[in-house]
């Protein structure tokens, strides 16, 4: 209900000074409220009554998000693979790459339900539109879209002021970054991002942005597919001068054996092979800077001629 509507109301009932204090005191309480209007990175206009209580995530990049949006405790389920932080762990799964469980998140009863435009299928997405939810699609590509998503999210669920310091810390390390790396010496890279089959990302791919952030090249940057399927004779071909394979540090040896027997690769022969941790730098999240100063870490020493 609007102020002037409130007014009318009351009109009828008290003197006018009276009637304008008891309409702020409703302004004040929370009685009146605006609609929550956001247009999500698909394009389109989502506009809610109020913020958004009982939230469903669909991928685990966007639980991640919510709560460091400040809006964790009103997170009702979320897909699986959702471990960070450490609370996700309890909540309800409502399936992830295999398929998403439409039955389940009704049963939720969500008034908000956040998808991943380029992670859940569009036919399973659209599906969950026909069952008349509230869904907002997020797809962040940049680093800087990050702490833009922070805010959307935090806006849809009203909890801007609980993660205006989280954004603020983020800007500040990511400029921190850019600082220091703005006139680093380019790194030829190739970033692979699993094994069998051999994948690793283009220019698009906000690992990429990492890379770039960094002062490094990613070698496959050209390619079309955001996640292209490659061979090894297109890695021989590009001679990277680093290669990066993302998975776990404790795992380290086995995860970088496979490349050692290709002496003709200059990476191969400084020994610039490296592992930095998987989830730091393939989610669309805060703790992807840290997965930047790793990378930044691993080219500042292929630049200095150390292992």
Request: proline fraction near 6%.
């Given at each position: 209900m609007t102020l002037p509507n409130i007014i009318a109301v009351l009109s009828g009932c008290f003197p006018r000074d009276k009637r304008l204090l008891l309409a702020l005191v409703f302004l004040v309480s929370g009685a009146v409220h605006a609609d929550v209007r956001v247009t999500d990175d698909a394009g389109q206009l989502l506009v809610l009554e109020r913020p958004a209580h009982r939230i469903v995530s669909l991928a685990p990049h966007i639980t991640e998000l919510l709560f460091a949006a400040g809006a964790g405790r009103f997170v009702?389920?979320?897909?699986?693979?959702?471990?960070?932080?450490?609370?996700?762990?309890?909540?309800?799964?409502?399936?992830g790459g295999g398929g998403l469980d439409a039955e389940a998140i009704v049963a939720l009863q969500p008034d908000l339900v956040i998808g991943w435009q380029s992670g859940n299928p569009a036919?399973?997405?659209?599906?969950?539109?026909?069952?008349?939810?509230?869904?907002f699609v997020s797809?962040?590509?940049?680093?800087d879209d990050i702490p833009a998503t922070i805010l959307k999210l935090a806006r849809l669920a009203g909890t801007e002021p609980a993660a205006q310091p989280q954004i603020a810390a983020f800007n500040r390390r990511y400029a921190a970054l850019q600082q220091a790396h703005a006139a680093s010496e380019t790194v030829s890279v190739y970033y692979q991002i699993w094994e069998r089959p051999l994948m690793t990302v283009n220019g698009g791919h906000l690992i990429s942005a990492a890379i770039r952030?960094?002062?490094?090249?990613?070698?496959?940057?050209?390619?079309?597919?955001?996640?292209p399927q490659i061979g090894v004779e297109a890695v021989l071909a590009r001679d990277p001068q680093v290669i990066v394979v993302a998975g776990q540090v404790a795992g380290r040896e086995a995860a970088l054996a496979p490349w050692q027997r290709w002496s003709?690769?200059?990476?191969v022969r400084n020994r610039h092979l490296y592992v930095v941790e998987r989830e730091l730098l393939v989610r669309h999240t805060p703790r992807i800077l840290e997965?930047?100063?790793?990378?930044?870490?691993?080219?500042?020493?292929?630049?200095g001629g150390t292992m």
């Amino acid at each position: 209900m609007t102020l002037p509507n409130i007014i009318a109301v009351l009109s009828g009932c008290f003197p006018r000074d009276k009637r304008l204090l008891l309409a702020l005191v409703f302004l004040v309480s929370g009685a009146v409220h605006a609609d929550v209007r956001v247009t999500d990175d698909a394009g389109q206009l989502l506009v809610l009554e109020r913020p958004a209580h009982r939230i469903v995530s669909l991928a685990p990049h966007i639980t991640e998000l919510l709560f460091a949006a400040g809006a964790g405790r009103f997170v009702v389920g979320v897909s699986e693979y959702s471990d960070f932080p450490e609370q996700a762990r309890q909540l309800p799964r409502i399936g992830g790459g295999g398929g998403l469980d439409a039955e389940a998140i009704v049963a939720l009863q969500p008034d908000l339900v956040i998808g991943w435009q380029s992670g859940n299928p569009a036919v399973q997405l659209e599906r969950l539109r026909s069952l008349g939810l509230a869904l907002f699609v997020s797809e962040p590509r940049r680093i800087d879209d990050i702490p833009a998503t922070i805010l959307k999210l935090a806006r849809l669920a009203g909890t801007e002021p609980a993660a205006q310091p989280q954004i603020a810390a983020f800007n500040r390390r990511y400029a921190a970054l850019q600082q220091a790396h703005a006139a680093s010496e380019t790194v030829s890279v190739y970033y692979q991002i699993w094994e069998r089959p051999l994948m690793t990302v283009n220019g698009g791919h906000l690992i990429s942005a990492a890379i770039r952030l960094c002062g490094g090249h990613n070698v496959f940057s050209d390619l079309p597919e955001l996640a292209p399927q490659i061979g090894v004779e297109a890695v021989l071909a590009r001679d990277p001068q680093v290669i990066v394979v993302a998975g776990q540090v404790a795992g380290r040896e086995a995860a970088l054996a496979p490349w050692q027997r290709w002496s003709q690769l200059q990476a191969v022969r400084n020994r610039h092979l490296y592992v930095v941790e998987r989830e730091l730098l393939v989610r669309h999240t805060p703790r992807i800077l840290e997965g930047a100063e790793q990378l930044c870490g691993v080219l500042d020493r292929v630049r200095g001629g150390t292992m």
